[in-house]
């Protein structure tokens, strides 16, 4: 007799939702996994609630914008879920060791050990890596699917270089710990986990379990400032600019003149003005001991 029931969603559009699953789902089953397949769709929340009841845990297979779907079921319901990297950055993944290898990532749910992990909130939306206001919300709002699955990581270079040269700074109020500063930035990026954006860095020593919210926000006056700041922002210690602010917090709020999109695990959520607060320990998520 199997001795749990997994629903498994995978979302064959992402960009290595071509390759077979069957693998990995095998193993899955020779473990005594029972699984049951669905498609991944614009309701996936929705589809775990209908059916949370009946299983004992969910296996998502996707890039972070399917975990993303599926964040408000997995708090709500509190199942454990495991991933199956099927995206072009798989972030969230990265950050908790999850192999891009489907039968290691299969086998790290056999394993069976679990990892409570927090999420970052904003304007009532879930978020696993990060929520940002700027450059990398027009990033995300100009990158598409087809673009994803056809250049990966490299079309995320490719865009934003061409998005780079025509960014300008904007004004917002930041309010945290007590304190408003009002500043002119380019970005500002409110992390959860340590990864994000194919591989940037939000901090150095962030993790998807430690309370907190990294912040850090991008004042520079010139675009090609940005290509100084490249290095340090994928090793996660460009806190030691002198022209970025780089903070933590539980909670802040972000206001700006105008309405300003906000990018959450690489989709368009909400607008500003942005409430974001931290929800320590919200779901857990089947992943290899921490070392």
Same mark, same amino acid.
């Given at each position: ?163 780079? *040269?025509?960014? @300008? &700074?904007?004004?917002?109020?930041? $309010?945290?710990?007590?304190?408003? /500063?009002?500043?002119? +930035?380019?970005? %500002? ?65 972000? *206001?700006?003149? @105008? &309405?300003?999109?906000?990018?959450? $695990?690489?989709?368009?959520?909400? /607008?500003?003005?942005? +409430?974001?607060? %931290? ?13």
């Amino acid at each position: 007799m199997p001795k749990s029931r997994a629903l498994i969603f995978a979302n064959r559009r992402a960009r290595r939702g071509g390759q077979s699953l069957r693998a990995a789902i095998e193993r899955l089953n020779g473990a005594g996994i029972e699984t049951i397949e669905r498609d991944v769709s614009r309701s996936l929340s929705d589809d775990i609630r209908a059916e949370a009841k009946d299983v004992d845990m969910v296996i998502l297979g996707g890039g972070d914008g399917t975990l993303n779907g599926a964040a408000a079921a997995l708090q709500e319901t509190q199942l454990p879920f495991g991933v199956l990297p099927l995206g072009t950055a798989n972030d969230f993944a990265r950050t908790i060791g999850v192999p891009r290898d489907l039968a290691r990532a299969a086998q790290i749910i056999i394993d069976g050990h679990r990892r409570p992990v927090d999420l970052g909130e904003v304007n009532g939306h879930f978020f696993f890596n990060v929520a940002s206001i700027g450059f990398s919300a027009a990033l995300a709002r100009q990158l598409t699917a087809e673009a994803k699955r056809r250049w990966g990581t490299l079309g995320y270079a490719l865009a934003a270089f061409n998005l780079l *040269r025509q960014s @300008r &700074p904007f004004t917002v109020e930041i $309010d945290h710990d007590g304190t408003i /500063e009002r500043v002119k +930035t380019v970005q %500002i990026s409110v992390g959860n986990g340590r990864f994000y954006g194919g591989g940037m860095t939000v901090e150095k020593d962030a993790a998807p379990d430690d309370g907190r919210l990294d912040v850090y926000s991008l004042e520079i006056d010139h675009w090609w400032e940005l290509l100084a700041l490249a290095p340090s922002l994928r090793r996660g210690t460009h806190g030691n600019w002198r022209k970025v602010r780089a903070f933590s917090a539980t909670d802040l709020v972000i *206001r700006t003149k @105008r &309405p300003h999109d906000i990018n959450a $695990d690489g989709e368009i959520v909400s /607008e500003t003005p942005a +409430t974001f607060r %931290i929800r320590a320990k919200a779901v857990t998520v089947f992943a290899p001991p921490k070392t």
